[in-house]
T-cell receptor, first 114, second 114 residues
């Protein structure tokens, strides 16, 4: 049973470039979460979707960040233009059903903006 | 605003010791509290979940307690092993069961020496 798959695992790019992070949730899961982890701020929720619909995007830092979930098996997090302070590890997680099922995390994308 | 604090930030113990990790939160209006484990370069793995109406949960050598009124939780690890070395994060769920989100602490990095 494949877990949450994120790509790329590592991304190094220059500031000002567009960055797209990808996530494939576990098949059958209907909620998807994007998190950012930094030493300074820890793990923060950016946005989450339920049945492909964005429910809470209050954690998205600014307009340079956008997320989409065009179908149940794919989501993207885009940063345009990227800045050095966006450097972090970005995690995607998914879960199934209502109530409190555990969130299953991907291994993350380590993003470095030079 | 809900804030979650974990003390200590790092802990080193010899193999076989029993140990306690602490987590505190500022607002007692939580839906549940969860403990996660994170290995280097990996995502999070859910360990234990305590509903707001519960006092504790156990899984193997792990026991988590919750005192909602005082805003505290502890994770007790019995007979620690080198394989327990990881970062442990606690998170509180705020909001509702279906639309709530997790607020994470900064984590405690545990090293168990053989």
């Amino acid at each position: 049973d494949a877990g949450v798959i994120q790509s790329p695992r590592h991304e190094v790019t220059e500031m000002g470039q567009e960055v797209t992070l990808r996530c494939k949730p576990i098949s059958g899961h209907n909620s998807l979460f994007w998190y950012r982890q930094t030493m300074m701020r820890g793990l923060e929720l950016l946005i989450y979707f339920n049945n492909n619909v964005p429910i809470d995007d209050s954690g998205m830092p600014e307009d340079r960040f956008s997320a989409k979930m065009p179908n149940a098996s794919f989501s993207t997090l885009k940063i345009q233009p990227s800045e050095p302070r966006d450097s972090a590890v970005y995690f995607c997680a998914s879960t199934k059903g209502q109530g409190d099922p555990p969130q299953h995390f991907g291994d993350g994308t380590r993003l470095s903006i030079l | 605003k809900q804030e979650v604090t974990q003390i200590p930030a790092a802990l080193s113990v010899p193999e076989g010791e029993n140990l306690v990790l602490n987590c505190s939160f500022t607002d007692s209006a939580i839906y549940n509290l969860q403990w996660f484990r994170q290995d280097p370069g990996k995502g999070l793995t859910s360990l234990l979940l305590i509903q707001s109406s519960q006092r504790e949960q156990t899984s193997g050598r792990l026991n988590a307690s919750l005192d909602k009124s005082s805003g505290r939780s502890t994770l007790y690890i019995a007979a620690s092993q080198p394989g327990d070395s990881a970062t442990y994060l606690c998170a509180v769920k705020v909001g509702s069961s279906n639309t709530g989100k997790l607020i994470f602490g900064q984590g405690t990095t545990l090293q168990v020496k053989p």
